[in-house]
């Protein structure tokens, strides 16, 4: 016989982790870039280049080619 032990998990944050940045980007989409100041802007353009690595490391991003080889 197995005992099972549940696993104990972290506790959610109170806020969700990159509620800020959606924040500004709801922002940015609604009123344009203009409206961001500079610390914002650079913040926004921050996140969105570390979403595009961790999309590119696991290989969601179609790359020049991809779509020559997909179609061989």
């Known amino acids: 016989m197995v005992t099972r032990i549940p696993a104990r998990?972290?506790?959610p944050p109170a806020t969700p982790l990159g509620a800020d940045?959606?924040?500004?980007?709801?922002?940015?989409?609604?009123?344009?870039?203009?409206?961001?100041?500079?610390?914002?802007s650079g913040l926004l353009r921050e996140r969105a280049a570390q979403l595009l690595a961790a999309l590119d490391v696991a290989g969601a991003?179609?790359?020049?080619?991809?779509h020559e080889q997909a179609a061989a």
Do not use: I, K, N
Not at 21 to 40: I, N
Not at 61 to 66: A, I
């Open 61 to 66: 991003l179609p790359h020049p080619g991809d």
């Open 9 to 11: 998990r972290p506790a």
């Open 21 to 40: 940045v959606l924040a500004l980007l709801e922002r940015c989409l609604r009123d344009g870039p203009g409206v961001l100041d500079p610390e914002a």
